[in-house]
């Protein structure tokens, strides 16, 4: 079972997405700001993080460049979840060091997706 680690603000939107995900498979760690994320994947060594942008106390770009800074988390790949869908917001998150970009509302299929595109890219399968 992959463990994805779910950084959402919105007590909503976080418990829509993992509960859907975790009916595929997936074990879901949470969390609701960038600090959390980054204390929660270094305990729980996620295969794959999913990151709101627009969080409290540290925001989505910010954690991301935290993560690819740190030498036992810069191999976690990350996708950026977002409302913003402006060409430049994406290239906003992958100079910040995300793997992949999202829009929300999440079309779950299409998430799906790239979830597994990215876990057989750094597992080698």
């Known amino acids: 079972m992959p463990t994805l680690l779910l950084v959402e603000d919105n007590e909503m939107n976080r418990d829509m997405l993992s509960r859907r995900l975790e009916r595929r498979g997936f074990v879901v760690v949470l969390a609701e700001d960038g600090?959390?994320?980054?204390?929660?994947?270094?305990?729980?060594?996620p295969d794959l993080v999913l990151m709101d942008l627009s969080l409290p106390v540290m925001d989505g770009w910010e954690t991301t460049r935290r993560f690819k800074a740190d030498p036992v988390l810069r191999t976690i790949p990350i996708i950026a979840l977002t409302a913003h869908a402006m060409s430049s917001d994406e290239?906003?998150?992958?100079?910040?060091?995300?793997?992949?970009?999202?829009?929300?509302p999440v079309e779950l299929a299409r998430l799906l997706e790239k979830i597994q595109v990215l876990l057989a890219a750094s597992t080698g399968n």
Not at 35 to 45: C, G, P
Not at 91 to 104: H, I, L, N, P, V
Request: aromatic share 4%; proline share 0%.
């Open 91 to 104: 290239r906003t998150a992958r100079e910040a060091g995300c793997d992949d970009f999202d829009t929300k």
């Open 35 to 45: 600090q959390q994320a980054l204390a929660k994947a270094a305990a729980t060594r």
